[in-house]
């Protein structure tokens, strides 16, 4: 089973960015896809950004424009490049496979983002 530890979280003011980093305990490349998630406080956790094998993304619309998803295969790693940064997106922020497998979830990193 895939160990994945999310960093990067912070404190940020709107329109502030940050980059999240997942390191996986695999070759990634074992996996059709990986992705982003994040929960808000009160809130169920919500799908972000995809990556997949060779490299295709997808986002959720609600960051699409703002934030961008990359792989390094070499460094088992992936990537969330935050821009743009709202109030709303104040969450942790969790990496997993795409779709999401149960087991697989690490313990986050927080995001906040505060006027």
């Known amino acids: 089973q895939v160990q994945l530890v999310e960093s990067g979280g912070g404190l940020v003011r709107p329109e502030g960015s940050l980059t999240l980093s997942c390191a996986a305990s695999t070759n990634i490349n074992v996996f059709v896809a990986m992705a982003w998630y994040r929960q808000a406080p009160g809130s169920q956790r919500e799908w972000v950004a995809a990556?997949?094998?060779?490299?295709?993304?997808n986002y959720a619309d609600f960051v699409k424009g703002r934030f961008t998803i990359s792989r390094d295969n070499a460094k088992n790693m992936i990537f969330l490049q935050m821009d743009s940064l709202e109030p709303e997106d104040t969450a942790v922020y969790y990496c997993n496979e795409y779709p999401e497998k149960p087991n697989c979830w690490g313990q986050g990193t927080q995001v906040t983002v505060f006027s």
């Open positions: 990556i997949s094998r060779g490299s295709s993304t």
